[in-house]
């Protein structure tokens, strides 16, 4: 007999997903995604199956794939199958073939799931997975992410068989003469998987029989230590984190006051994909120089003045804008300057506008970044000054010189620089007849 029931209450205790909700499953065609397959028929829920060939195992993929498919034929449900080169995007992305094999799967049921309306994924796996998962990640370096190894239910992934071990579920198919197909590979000892499964998880059960259960309990310890971590670090980043056009601001002074501060400021930096290593790195130099930079594969934090800044990184220098006379609105970087002519000689004291004497220009104007080398001559001022040295005396944050715009004249001379002070020499005089008005408009 089917274990319906301990099926049924285990979804409801995990919050799985309600009866009204479409269910597709991840059927592989060995003895768990079957064994679920089964169930979910049992219990009446709308669902769909979901097979992948990645083209690993030659005739045996193929015969997977004619097993599965004739299963859901006969139970009558809707069937959805796609083959990956798995080998070829594993090697295109430099990524193991497990990898591979993860990656293009799930992507692609998120895909199905989108297209034909279902509301949850459902994949088989069960507490010897959970088990193996933690061991894995324990060997590999983990968090405490890691320690709770396989959740019941992420986002729009449930696994309804976590109630469930090996042994149980091979002792309910064999009883119940459920058909299934047999993997080749969960034999071999190439895979690190494999090698705990086969040849770890067995001394660990001679120390304690019951594995899998004293897992489970841990694994739920663990998940709600880390829900209490994410609830006390997210007060912590509403207090400390200060989000600002320019990026996000950590005061150095909190940053050294934080307690245990390796593992705060590791979940605080975590959505920027810091690593430990960098995390690391940035507490050996909270007394460095400003400009000191650590970079993650998405973001970069600078060390600037009293604060640890993160902002996104930069993929490249913004392209030269030209300006013409008919110009109207230009878009540069993530900004946008307008341009706007009249004869009314006027000035407005407002930084993201610059009042220009217009007969004083040569077009095309060139809008550009901050150039090593470049000088102008700051309004009210007669001496030239490095622009560097501008951006110094005004503590503009080094994250920001790269990417404030600078308008040029045609005959090379800085016009203004955009958002802070335009150029003394283009000054409105009791002369000026036209007035070209350029405005910043910070999206």
């Given at each position: 007999m089917?274990?319906?029931?301990?099926?049924?209450?285990f979804i409801?205790?995990?919050?799985?997903f309600v009866r009204a909700n479409k269910i597709l499953l991840a059927v592989s065609g060995g003895k768990d995604s079957v064994l679920m397959l089964h169930l979910f028929k049992a219990i009446g829920i709308d669902i769909g199956v979901a097979h992948c060939n990645f083209n690993l195992r030659a005739d045996e993929a193929q015969r997977d794939e004619s097993f599965v498919a004739l299963l859901a034929k006969n139970l009558g449900l809707p069937f959805y199958v796609t083959h990956f080169d798995t080998k070829k995007y594993a090697a295109e992305n430099k990524i193991s073939t497990q990898m591979a094999a993860r990656d293009l799967r799930y992507n692609w049921f998120e895909e199905i799931r989108c297209a034909a309306g279902y509301d949850y994924i459902a994949l088989a796996q069960h507490q010897n997975d959970a088990v193996e998962t933690v061991l894995i990640n324990l060997t590999r370096g983990t968090g405490i992410s890691g320690l709770h190894g396989i959740l019941p239910k992420r986002d729009l992934l449930i696994r309804p068989l976590l109630f469930l071990n090996r042994q149980q579920i091979n002792e309910i198919?064999?009883?119940?003469?459920?058909?299934?197909?047999?993997?080749?590979?969960?034999?071999?000892?190439?895979?690190?998987?494999?090698?705990?499964?086969?040849?770890?998880?067995?001394?660990?059960?001679?120390?304690?029989?019951?594995?899998?259960k004293t897992f489970a309990e841990n694994i739920s310890r663990f998940a709600e230590l880390e829900?209490?971590?994410?609830?006390?670090?997210?007060?912590?980043?509403d207090k400390i984190l200060n989000k600002r056009k320019d990026g996000i601001y950590i005061p150095l002074e909190k940053v050294s006051k934080l307690n245990p501060q390796k593992l705060l400021l590791y979940e605080l930096l975590k959505p920027f994909n810091f690593g430990e290593n960098v995390v690391q790195e940035i507490l050996d130099s909270l007394r460095a120089l400003s400009g000191t930079h650590f970079f993650s594969s998405t973001h970069q934090a600078i060390i600037n003045r009293n604060d640890l800044v993160i902002v996104e990184k930069n993929t490249s220098v913004a392209a030269n804008q030209f300006i013409h006379p008919t110009t109207e609105n230009i878009v540069f970087a993530n900004d946008e300057i307008s341009l706007t002519f009249t004869d009314e000689v006027k000035f407005e004291k407002n930084l993201n506008k610059a009042f220009v004497n217009a007969d004083k220009l040569i077009f095309p104007l060139v809008l550009r970044n901050w150039q090593n080398g470049d000088r102008f001559i700051p309004l009210g001022m007669r001496n030239p000054?490095?622009?560097?040295?501008y951006f110094i005396d005004e503590k503009v944050p080094l994250h920001l010189k790269s990417v404030t715009p600078i308008l040029v004249n045609g005959n090379g001379e800085i016009v203004?620089?955009?958002?802070?002070?335009?150029?003394n020499r283009y000054k409105l005089t009791s002369a000026t007849k036209k007035v070209a008005i350029f405005e910043l408009k910070i999206k």
């Open positions: 089917l274990p319906v029931k301990q099926f049924q209450d409801e205790q995990q919050q799985l198919v064999r009883t119940n003469n459920i058909d299934f197909v047999e993997d080749s590979s969960n034999v071999s000892t190439n895979y690190t998987r494999n090698k705990i499964r086969l040849q770890v998880v067995p001394h660990l059960q001679e120390i304690n029989p019951n594995l899998e829900s209490f971590l994410n609830t006390r670090v997210q007060k912590l980043a000054k490095k622009v560097s040295d203004w620089i955009a958002g802070m002070r335009q150029d």
